[in-house]
């Protein structure tokens, strides 16, 4: 247990980072899986659509330091791949 009071600031404040980190990283999950629908679904115009509003969505999650750069890549690229596929 943390003793000194900047220890038990630092964990206060660890909660609430994670929390909001925690949200950040859930509301990307919900742009990704629209687009993943959409896919299994075959609709190419729904699937680009999700597509173009879930990019902008990854690449904050990057400038926030939620996610990697290279994990947003990879899965940007895989997803666009899966929607040219169409």
Not at 52 to 70: D, F, I, S, Y
């Amino acid at each position: 247990m943390a003793n000194t009071p900047q220890a038990r600031k630092r964990i206060r404040r660890n909660n609430r980072r994670a929390e909001i980190n925690g949200a950040r990283v859930s509301r990307i999950r919900g742009f990704i899986k629209k687009v993943e629908t959409a896919c299994e679904a075959g609709d190419k115009e729904a699937a680009s659509t999700a597509l173009k509003a879930a990019q902008p969505e990854m690449a904050r999650g990057v400038a926030r330091g939620v996610l990697h750069k290279n994990t947003v890549a990879r899965k940007l690229s895989r997803l666009t791949k899966r929607v040219a596929a169409l």
